[in-house]
């Protein structure tokens, strides 16, 4: 619990109340506070500022100057981020500028004294004139923290979705802020109460029609073989993916990390639970892939056609190499598969470690109707591959796609 005090200079303290030279003399707990907000914008510290009327005497060289005494015990402050700043003065029922003489304004601090083996600060405050002055004290405190987390609403066609996007608020400072304004650092700022030991859960935004597209992903060096039976497959795992940008009817701020609850619309007027995910910071024209689990209809196989050693000199040699996918599409809907290859774990189990970046140059029996894209670095080419749906006879046969990456890695030794 904070305690922010006003209190007389010993030297008046002595002469009214008879108390001991030095002391500190707290005569008067400060009004309430007239204004709180806090500011979500750090995992680990929150910066909350407050406002409050504070009585000043003016300072003279007989009484001394204000002294205002701001303690805590139960609450995590940082002691050297504690601010106090004078707003202004009040002057009936309004409030005035702080008048500025040679300089120096008429209110201002000119000593903190930190007495030892406490939590508290003492601020000792000129004053030109007796007067109520509305002051701000800002600070940075723990254990008032904020999580994001989302909701996801796909439309039956999944080529779309509606994003809530939501930050709750979790306060275990130890201390009650009662009314405050709440802002995550972007998005609307929240009029609550904060007590002590309360979680608050706030809606950021929502935002409509979001463009998806549904990936397929294989990747045998991230996942491994399927099962005993099928060795050589892997799984195929689904994502739906949406780009952080205003053409995708987002990008108004980056998207935080949080947990994500995904649904999809029935076309009955119900919902239906398609999985949980944890997503990534997703800046400004980023993608966000929000994972929906193992596809069933989708089945790949990769085997070694070739592999071949040419040497070079003395140890130097160049590794040739025949990646081949079998590719089965049992979705009544055409899709596309990206395979994604790691080349530097192909060298260091065929070749040798290449020590860094293998490079490499592509084979003339690549398959042709294979695109390639490099965005996660020319050692880790990903295979996107075009998938016709199934015959629309219920009992045609599924056709294997069959696609070769032929390539070389050089100079390995």
Request: hydrophobic share 40%.
């Amino acid at each position: 619990m904070f305690r922010f005090l006003f209190f007389l200079t010993p030297l008046l303290a002595a002469s009214t109340l008879t108390s001991p030279a030095g002391a500190r003399i707290k005569l008067a707990a400060l009004p309430v506070r007239e204004r709180v907000e806090i500011q979500l914008n750090h995992g680990q510290y929150t910066l909350v500022e407050e406002e409050r009327i504070v009585p000043l005497l003016k300072s003279t060289a007989a009484t001394g100057n204000n002294m205002i005494d701001f303690s805590w015990s139960n609450a995590s402050i940082d002691k050297n981020s504690i601010q106090f700043r004078p707003l202004a003065i009040r002057d009936g029922d309004q409030f005035g500028p702080l008048e500025v003489e040679e300089g120096d304004a008429e209110i201002r601090v000119v000593n903190v004294a930190y007495p030892p083996q406490e939590n508290a600060l003492v601020w000792e405050v000129f004053s030109t004139r007796a007067c109520a002055a509305k002051v701000r004290v800002s600070y940075l405190i723990q254990n008032l923290t904020r999580t994001f987390s989302y909701r996801a609403l796909a439309d039956p066609n999944e080529t779309s979705l509606t994003l809530r996007c939501f930050v709750t608020l979790h306060n275990y400072s130890g201390e009650d802020f009662g009314s405050a304004g709440v802002w995550a650092g972007f998005g609307p700022r929240f009029l609550k109460t904060v007590g002590q030991q309360q979680t608050l859960r706030m809606l950021l935004q929502r935002f409509e029609d979001v463009p998806i597209t549904k990936t397929f992903n294989f990747d045998w060096y991230a996942h491994g073989p399927l099962n005993a039976d099928q060795p050589f497959a892997s799984p195929v795992l689904m994502h739906y993916e949406l780009t952080n940008n205003a053409s995708h009817r987002l990008g108004n701020f980056p998207l935080q990390p949080g947990k994500v609850r995904i649904f999809i619309d029935d076309g009955k007027g119900g919902q239906a639970f398609l999985g949980e995910d944890t997503a990534e910071l997703t800046p400004l024209d980023d993608h966000m892939q929000l994972y929906l689990g193992q596809s069933r209809d989708i089945v790949c196989t990769r085997t070694i056609e070739l592999n071949r050693r040419h040497i070079v000199r003395a140890n130097l040699f160049h590794q040739e190499m025949i990646l081949k996918y079998e590719i089965e599409n049992f979705r009544d809907e055409p899709c596309t598969i990206e395979i994604k290859e790691q080349l530097n774990r192909v060298a260091r189990e065929y070749g040798s470690d290449p020590h860094g970046n293998v490079g490499w140059e592509m084979g003339s029996q690549t398959s042709e109707h294979v695109r390639f894209d490099y965005d996660a670095g020319r050692a880790a080419p990903v295979l996107k591959v075009d998938l016709p749906g199934r015959p629309a006879d219920g009992d045609g046969k599924v056709a294997k796609k069959i696609v070769l990456f032929h390539f070389t890695c050089k100079n390995l030794w």
